[in-house]
T-cell receptor, first 115, second 115 residues
Framework: GDSVTQMEGPVTLSEEAFLTINCTYT??????LFWYVQYPGEGLQLLLK?????DKGSNKGFEATYRKETTSFHLEKGSVQVSDSAVYFC??????????????FGKGTHLIIQP | DGGITQSPKYLFRKEGQNVTLSCEQN?????MYWYRQDPGQGLRLIYY???????QKGDIAEGYSVSREKKESFPLTVTSAQKNPTAFYLC??????????????FGPGTRLTVL
């Protein structure tokens, strides 16, 4: 079945550092890929998405590129802030463009940004 | 404001009791979902419903039941058959967007503790 693997945390960085959170996936066909962010005690918020190979999703300074050749969707940000501290989840939908089926999530990466 | 409401935020129950978690959305979304989140486990799909009066089992449906009598409501019952019910439960909804793809929106979650 489908699966998503994320780098394990916690990841601790200083403010203004460069961020990379690795995400690789296993799926048949042409899945859609997502990054969600969860702040303490809250639900998930969609951060960005990509629905086909070579698409780049971006939002709030975060970027991720859908690489089918390496089955990856790594999350990057050039300069992190304390407010970026949260848990980040990589997820996939098995249908191109994302379908009405449920998502498959990675285990999440806890990011801690120190001032 | 449009969104997803889950109530209550915290719920305590004695072992052996059934409990129902509420999820309501006013986004006019067709599809709704229930996920379970455990520390270090990411989110796992319990049940989902693509249309009123229809629902499908997810990866971990055993010990849970749902109903979808109204488009805006998708309650989840945690039965006494669920062996380890203490967890954070997240409800989500989605609908086909202008681009043809789906995007899931999440509620704030209910933390269930079984004593």
């Amino acid at each position: 079945g489908d699966s998503v693997t994320q780098m394990e945390g916690p990841v601790t960085l200083s403010e203004e550092a460069f961020l990379t959170i690795n995400c690789t996936y296993t799926a048949t066909g042409y899945p859609s890929l997502f990054w969600y962010v969860q702040y303490p005690g809250e639900g998930l918020q969609l951060l960005l998405k990509a629905t086909k190979a070579d698409d780049k999703g971006s939002n709030k300074g975060f970027e991720a590129t859908y690489r089918k050749e390496t089955t990856s969707f790594h999350l990057e940000k050039g300069s992190v802030q304390v407010s970026d501290s949260a848990v980040y989840f990589c997820a996939l939908s098995p249908r191109p463009g994302g379908g009405a089926d449920g998502l498959t999530f990675g285990k999440g990466t806890h990011l801690i940004i120190q001032p | 404001d449009g969104g997803i409401t889950q109530s209550p935020k915290y719920l305590f129950r004695k072992e052996g009791q059934n409990v129902t978690l509420s999820c309501e959305q006013n986004l006019n979304h067709d599809a709704m979902y229930w996920y379970r989140q455990d520390p270090g486990q990411g989110l796992r799909l319990i049940y989902y419903s693509q249309i009123v009066n229809d629902f499908q089992k997810g990866d971990i449906a055993e010990g849970y039941s749902v109903s979808r009598e109204k488009k805006e409501s998708f309650p989840l019952t945690v039965t006494s058959a669920q062996k380890n019910p203490t967890a954070f439960y997240l409800c989500a909804s989605s609908s086909r967007g202008l681009s043809g793809g789906y995007e899931q929106f999440f509620g704030p979650g209910t933390r269930l503790t079984v004593l």
